[in-house]
């Protein structure tokens, strides 16, 4: 048997060579069912305004059932869809537009860089710090703020220094 293709979008596989490939990704069905994907993700706003621009499907409203389904050019939504599709946005708008729902208001990385640059000089770039060998070292002090710890499995390269710096040997190879 020789190599299969399957089509996550039609759940389909067929024999895999290039005239059964391209005679299926050109096909209406594989299109039909790579949009019906796509609109999955659709946010509601859009998802209401394409439903709006429609007429009422006749054979929806008379039987309860089309036989286009989903691919059909018009609309299957009834008033009350509609109206809980405009309240789900509005909750979402609500949602995204409070800021008690996030963890500390008025939060944002923009203002925290204003914030540090503001209360750091131009010419104080840290203090000094001794390690244990007694050696001064240049440390500069970590303002960073509590949600970005509050991250569980934050990448090394995102993590804050540690308080005494990084331990750099000077024979260590890079590369």
Same mark, same amino acid.
């Given at each position: 048997?020789?190599?299969? /293709?399957?089509?996550? /979008?039609?759940? @389909?596989? =067929?024999? &895999?060579? !290039?005239? *059964?490939?391209?005679?299926?990704?050109?096909?209406?069905?594989?299109?039909? #069912?790579?949009?019906?994907? =796509? &609109?999955? =993700? @659709?946010?509601?706003?859009?998802?209401? +305004?394409?439903?709006?621009?429609?007429?009422?499907?006749?054979? $929806?409203? %008379?039987?309860?059932?089309?036989? =286009?389904?989903? *691919?059909?050019? $018009?609309?299957? !939504?009834?008033?009350?869809?509609?109206?809980?599709?405009?309240?789900?946005?509005?909750?979402? @708008? %609500?949602?995204?537009? &409070?800021?008690? +729902?996030?963890?500390?208001?008025?939060?944002?990385?923009? *203002?925290?860089?204003?914030?540090? #640059?503001?209360?750091?000089?131009? *010419?104080?770039?840290?203090?000094?710090?001794?390690?244990?060998?007694?050696?001064?070292?240049?440390?500069?002090?970590? +303002?960073?703020?509590? %949600?970005?710890?509050?991250?569980? +499995?934050?990448?090394?390269?995102? !993590?804050?220094?540690?308080?005494?710096?990084?331990?750099?040997?000077?024979?260590?190879?890079?590369?």
């Amino acid at each position: 048997m020789g190599r299969r /293709y399957h089509c996550d /979008y039609c759940d @389909r596989s =067929f024999q &895999d060579n !290039m005239h *059964n490939r391209k005679k299926h990704l050109n096909g209406v069905q594989h299109h039909r #069912a790579k949009k019906a994907w =796509f &609109d999955h =993700f @659709r946010d509601y706003t859009a998802i209401l +305004d394409d439903e709006k621009a429609k007429k009422p499907c006749r054979k $929806f409203l %008379q039987t309860g059932n089309c036989g =286009f389904g989903p *691919n059909c050019r $018009f609309s299957h !939504m009834s008033e009350d869809d509609m109206e809980n599709l405009e309240r789900q946005i509005e909750v979402e @708008r %609500q949602h995204n537009e &409070d800021p008690a +729902d996030k963890k500390s208001p008025g939060w944002s990385v923009e *203002n925290w860089l204003i914030r540090t #640059a503001k209360r750091r000089p131009a *010419n104080d770039s840290g203090r000094l710090v001794k390690d244990e060998d007694g050696n001064e070292e240049h440390q500069t002090e970590c +303002d960073i703020p509590p %949600q970005l710890l509050s991250i569980p +499995d934050l990448p090394p390269s995102l !993590m804050p220094p540690p308080p005494g710096g990084w331990k750099v040997k000077l024979d260590t190879e890079w590369g």
